[in-house]
């Protein structure tokens, strides 16, 4: 019961995180699975199936361009931050930031 | 690679059309950049159970699917309070309003046994379709994105002035409404509105006295009455509890009379002899004997009750329970 509750809290904690890793990540151009594996290599993996619904739904919300080039013989979308998206990720990281420093004073 | 397009296609048929090409091709490059990757660790092919794990880390299809549909959830936070209070209304007030409106129809109807039953079954339809219908609006409401602007636009000097009741004062709806259609029931039996059907070959006849009639009938509207009280405002008051103590007494002494005149059913049954007669008249009238008893001790235990809440205290408290040599360990 005590870890099906922490699992629970451990994963409400980390999606919102993962929403700004991800944008922080596309400051440069990316494809879905490199952009897994970079997460993966800051220790925030996340699987195809979160991954790319998040992609659409910032996509839709002007926060990302994509778009579709061949690369390696494979068709592949590409995302990246848009002009919104900087703005936004600015915005986030000093909310991010504040947030942090009030729970480092608590924790 | 059948298996990976099997699992595609399964994914491609759940998801939106217009978007399938678009997801597919982009969930497959992500698949065959795994594959590769594994294959080039591996030195080989991947075998069947080895792509196997890979499609199950990326989760059953219906789920992939799910999560790129533009809804996640029928009804949302916002709305949801407002459904849930909408349920609680139809729980306590539409069902036991179609219940009680059907069951008191019924009772003047040519079977009142059966209607009966059918204004149960007919309430409960009822409440279904409440409910139906509260979720389809909340559904739509949801999918329309519709601001409710009064839950952002109220005044806390607007709202209800309610006590704030503690737990031992709170009487629970479903204890007030069973009761209260208890009672109903027994007065449509008392009044005469429902006969229990008899036969040529079992004839019943009430013989308790007719002056009881009466002060009975007196006692189960007051209880009928209190009932209501409680099931609107489902707390304890001290007038309330007063009015409870008057009524216990009442119906204990009411119930002691009604000893003094038992036995109160005699019965004719075709082709039993008299001394079998008396036996089942024993046996029946001894039995609601015992339970008349048993009333009186209910009433009774209602009484202490009753005066501690009107003295404004908690029905039973620790120290009664060491009193009676119980030290609440078991």
Redesign the interface.
Known sequence: MGTEAFENLRLELRRGSLILAVLAELRKEQ???TL?KALSGHGLAI????L??LL?RLEAQGLLTSQ?REEDR????FYQLSPEGVRILEQLGAEWRAINGSLQQLL | MELLDRYLNFIRMLLPRGKQQDIITELSADLQAQIADKEAELGRPLKEAELETILKQCGHPLLVAARYQAQQQLIGQSLYPLYVFGLKLVQWVLFPLLLVVGVAIAVFRAHPFFAMGQAVGDAITGAIYAVGVLTIAAVVLERLQTKLTFLDDWKPGDLPKLPAIPDERLIPRADSFGAFLGCAGFLAWWTGLLHIPQTSKLVFLNAIPDSFFWPVLALFVAEMVVHAVSLLLPWWTRKRAAVRVLMDVYAIVLAVLLLRVWPWFTFTIEGVTPHELAQVEQVVNGALYAAVVVTILGYGVCLLKDLRRARGLPPFTKTLWTWLGWDGSH
């Not at chain 1, 699987?47 to 979160?50: K, L, P, R, Y």
């Not at chain 1, 494979?74 to 979308?77: M, Q």
């Open positions: 494809y879905g699975y897994r699987d195809e199936g979160t790319y619904p659409r579709w494979r068709n592949k979308r």
